[in-house]
């Protein structure tokens, strides 16, 4: 028998406090009321389950899974599941909050949730992944349900886990649930478009942001962070567009080729390669992979984890434009300093919303039992993050603040309305 590991103690900055003080300055920008501030401070919905799972070598293993709501006051509440080893409840928190900001930068009638189950996905069998995801699924059943908090995929899941997910769900309530989770294969009800949604947010918000800078793409050099979901969708899109992209990494280290890498060359090679870029060719490897971080390029997209770009590094970055394909890559105390350097940064909660927002037109699908096309989706799409990306810039020149304070400005402003209207505390 295997015990659940003790949480592990992150040496890095907690996301949870760096998700306050920004909360913290929008909401006085804002004059936010006492009674609000206090409700939105605090997740509306924790829940922590364990999780006994068969292995295959016939021994049972405890994980442990967490849901956070954070907010359902827009409307349910919405966000990934997270498989990742050093899954933490502060972690949680802070996504789950950064979820109900995200959805009222672009407008989507949700609320924030985020969960996440610490586990080694690289390191289990799809048999135990499979048994995993459904355990967590039943675990949540009484939390999950198409009107009151929807999942979808995060770092280390993808369309299986939500396959997964929403059969054990289905059996559950005995009948077909598809709406209860976004991010599915689309012969189970997924969207045209949802895969590439968020490196496709990504795109259009660098290259708004990019106008605004004066930097013309086709002269434009990037480098990219996590060359998952988020990250090779990115570079594959900004470099259809004209970029240059110099750089990319992920778990195995980064890859740099000042000529540009031809992404559809790694893409490829990590597909058959185990998901990972270990022994790509078509560049060079650096010997430390933060250098990515630190490289002289136009535009940097950090699209892996939280807490990348720190106090500690934070003076060694080079980059015009930071757009932030992650959730929480910068911590509170770099954000000073990247202010006072003059470098733009478009924040997680408007550069990666995309995926969010065909999430919803996902589950809009599933109500109607109707499929749009993948144009209609990508249209709509790149037409909500250019309008939240116009409003954000405003609210920013307006109140003289940072892209990311102007966001948390918009976000808090719209939820802080809603209490108004709806009252009943
Ligand atoms: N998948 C989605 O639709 C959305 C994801 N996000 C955020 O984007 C980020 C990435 O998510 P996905 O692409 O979905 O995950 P993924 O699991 O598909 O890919 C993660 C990538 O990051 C790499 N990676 C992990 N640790 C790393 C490190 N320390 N240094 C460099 N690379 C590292 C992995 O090797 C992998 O390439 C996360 O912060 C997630 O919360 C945000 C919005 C939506
Ligand atoms: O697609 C979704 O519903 C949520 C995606 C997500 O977890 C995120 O935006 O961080």
């Known amino acids: 028998m295997a015990y659940i590991e003790p949480a592990p103690i992150k040496d890095k900055e907690n996301p949870l406090e760096s998700m306050m003080e920004r909360f913290n300055i929008a909401a006085e920008k804002l004059g936010l009321s006492e009674e609000v501030y206090n409700v939105l401070k605090n997740p509306a919905k924790q829940v922590i389950v364990s999780l006994p799972i068969t292995m295959d070598n016939g021994k049972i293993k405890v994980f442990e899974g967490i849901r956070v709501v954070h907010s359902n006051i827009l409307g349910p509440a919405k966000g990934g599941i997270r498989f990742a080893p050093d899954v933490h409840i502060d972690e949680v928190r802070a996504l789950a909050a950064w979820m109900t900001w995200k959805c009222a930068v672009v407008?989507?009638?949700?609320?924030?949730?985020?969960?996440?189950?610490?586990?080694?996905?690289?390191?289990m069998s799809p048999g135990e992944i499979e048994r995993l995801v459904r355990a967590y699924t039943l675990a949540m059943i009484d939390v999950f349900g198409p009107d009151k908090d929807i999942p979808a995929p995060d770092m280390g899941t993808g369309p299986k886990e939500m396959a997964w997910l929403m059969d054990e769900y289905s059996k559950a309530k005995g009948t077909t649930v598809n709406a209860v989770v976004t991010g599915k294969p689309l012969v189970l009800g997924g969207s045209l478009g949802r895969t590439e949604a968020t490196?496709?947010?990504?795109?259009?918000?660098?290259?708004?942001?990019m106008e605004k800078l004066k930097i013309n793409p086709f002269q434009a050099t990037c480098a990219v962070q996590g060359f998952g979901n988020v990250g090779s969708w990115a570079s594959a899109l900004l470099e259809e567009r004209g970029l240059k992209v110099v750089a990319v990494s992920d778990i195995s280290g980064a890859y740099y080729n000042a000529n540009g890498i031809n992404i559809q060359k790694a893409i490829a090679y990590r597909d058959g390669n185990k998901g990972t870029l270990e022994g790509f060719d078509g560049a060079e490897k650096l010997s430390d992979p933060m250098e990515l971080l630190e490289l002289k390029v136009d535009v940097l997209v950090p699209a892996a984890v939280e807490d990348v770009i720190t106090k500690a590094n934070v003076d060694k970055i080079n980059a015009r434009l930071i757009v932030e394909g992650a959730n929480g890559p910068t911590s509170f105390n770099a954000d000073k300093i990247i202010n006072d350097k003059g470098i733009m940064v478009v924040p997680d909660i408007l550069a990666n919303a995309g995926g969010v927002t065909v999430s919803y037109f996902e589950w809009v699908q599933n109500r109607l039992g109707y499929k749009w096309t993948a144009e209609r989706v990508n249209r709509r799409s790149d037409r909500i993050m250019k309008e939240a990306f116009d409003q954000v810039y405003k609210v920013s020149v307006k109140h003289g603040v940072p892209m990311r304070i102007a966001a948390y400005i918009v976000a808090i402003d719209k939820v802080a309305q809603t209490y108004q209207f709806r009252g009943g505390f």
């Open 107 to 123: 407008d989507i009638p949700y609320g924030g949730g985020k969960g996440g189950v610490r586990c080694n996905p690289r390191e």
């Open 199 to 209: 490196g496709r947010g990504v795109m259009v918000s660098a290259l708004a942001a």
